[in-house]
């Protein structure tokens, strides 16, 4: 699931690619980052998030909170290719955004983290986008297979592709 997540907020940011920024999933290791080239760029990665208290109705069910960062990395600081501005066009193109597999996502923080060690303007932004984990039982004793739902304000849509299968 979270690679579909992750893959539809990629292609949401891809208008920011017009103005030479780079918009990726963080690599897997680290050797694989490499120099920044063009303006800057969008390193996308989840950081888990949180999950709320377990539901009874009916079914078993619990509300997580995926934390979606946005490691932003710019060579100017002011106007069109410049933080300031980025910072405003990203909000705008992710506030309210329902990728695939979760609800509307939201700004959880923002924050400026001033220049990196190559000189480049560095700000981390953190989305946050819901999903809701449904219990599906099996016959008695079986182990529960879990299915992916959406979460958009109190309604909630199951949709039927259960993540694990145990025969």
């Given at each position: ?24 999933a ?71 955004y329902?990728?695939?597999g ?38 008695e ?9 959406i ?17």
């Amino acid at each position: 699931m979270k690679p579909e997540i992750e893959q539809s907020i990629i292609n949401r940011l891809s208008p920011l690619r017009s103005v030479s920024v780079a918009v990726r999933a963080v690599p897997n290791r680290p050797a694989e980052l490499g120099e920044i080239t063009g303006n800057g760029e969008v390193l996308l990665m989840c950081r888990l998030g949180r999950a709320e208290p377990p539901s009874t109705l009916g079914q078993y069910n619990q509300r997580v909170l995926d934390e979606w960062m946005l490691q932003i990395t710019l060579r100017e600081f002011r106007g069109e290719r410049g933080v300031q501005d980025f910072v405003e066009a990203i909000a705008r193109l992710l506030i309210g955004y329902r990728p695939d597999g979760a609800g509307k996502m939201y700004l959880s923080n923002y924050e400026m983290q001033g220049l990196d060690p190559r000189g480049n303007w560095r700000v981390d932004m953190t989305f946050i986008a819901p999903r809701l984990i449904v219990e599906h039982g099996d016959e008695e004793g079986a182990i529960a297979l879990l299915r992916r739902a959406i979460f958009e304000t109190e309604v909630y849509e199951t949709i039927v592709e259960p993540d694990l299968v145990v025969e």
